[in-house]
C-alpha cells in the first residue's frame, strides 16, 4: 500500500527556516511527479513544488520561488521541501503527494496519494 509520512513542521518566527520530509514507501511503479502542497484554513490546497520522477525536474509556484526548494534522496525514498525566509503568508498544512499519471504538476487532482500533512506556523 502507498503510504507517505511528512515531517519536519514547526513554529517559526518570520524570516526562519523549516526543511519539511516526506518519506514514501509501497510504490509498484515510477511516480510521474512528487509533490508538496498547502492549505491554510480557509483557502483552497495550492501547488508549491513538484520533482518529476523521471529526469529530477523540479518546479516551483512563482510566489516561493528563491525560497523553497524541493529535492529528492531516491536511496532514501524521500522528498525534502526546504523553506527559507519563511513569511506569515507561509502558514499552511503542508502535504506531499504522488501522481503516477501524466497530469499538470501544480493541480491537486494530478495526485492520487497524500500524507496526512505537517502543520508550519510562521509569527511576525
Known amino acids: 500500500q502507498v503510504q507517505l509520512v511528512e515531517s519536519g513542521g514547526g513554529s517559526v518566527q518570520a524570516g526562519g527556516s523549516l526543511r519539511l520530509s516526506c518519506e514514501y514507501s509501497?510504490?509498484?511503479?515510477?511516480?510521474?511527479?512528487m509533490g508538496w502542497f498547502r492549505q491554510a484554513p480557509g483557502q483552497e490546497r495550492e501547488g508549491v513544488a513538484a520533482?518529476?520522477?523521471?529526469?529530477?525536474?523540479?518546479f516551483h509556484v512563482d510566489h516561493v520561488k528563491g525560497r523553497f526548494t524541493i529535492s529528492r534522496d531516491n536511496f532514501q525514498k524521500t522528498i525534502y521541501l526546504q523553506m527559507n525566509s519563511l513569511k506569515p503568508e507561509d502558514s499552511a498544512i503542508y502535504y506531499c503527494?504522488?501522481?503516477?499519471?501524466?497530469?499538470?504538476?501544480?493541480?491537486?487532482?494530478?495526485?492520487?496519494?497524500w500524507g496526512q500533512g505537517t502543520q508550519v506556523t510562521v509569527s511576525s
Open positions: 503527494a504522488a501522481a503516477f499519471d501524466w497530469g499538470t504538476w501544480y493541480r491537486a487532482e494530478a495526485y492520487s496519494n
Open positions: 509501497g510504490f509498484t511503479k515510477n511516480y510521474v511527479w
Open positions: 520533482i518529476s520522477g523521471q529526469t529530477g525536474m523540479k
